[in-house]
């Protein structure tokens, strides 16, 4: 990912952020290492989660595929996953796309049956 690339999405969405804050390196949905990223929260310097956590951003990831167990790090803390893990998940995702555009074709051709028939009951009640 190029690196101007947070800052375009910051630039692009509705979301704005004070101008002392730096620009999040990694968004909502993003897969990294350990595993997806859920949240996102600006630590301010001076506060108590500062203190406890760290100044500057910090990421909620989802640890699992089955959505329970979290973890809160730090961007510095933040891996980018292997080339062969974000290809499986292309594929993964393509397989989705796939499924659901069959199923799409199926919802069709019901539609129109059901239209058709639909149809037919109008005339012959008329």
Known sequence: ?????????????SIRFPSHWSVPKYHFGQLVKQGRIIGIEYQSPG????YDLGKGW???VLLDGQGYDTDQ???SEIELPSLEKLENEINYEKSLVEIHQKNLVVLDEQLSEVAQLSNISEVEQA
């Open 1 to 13: 990912m190029p690196e101007s690339t947070p800052q375009i999405i910051a630039e692009q969405s």
């Open 47 to 50: 506060t108590r989660r500062a």
């Open 58 to 60: 910090i990421y909620a």
């Open 73 to 75: 790090l730090k961007e």
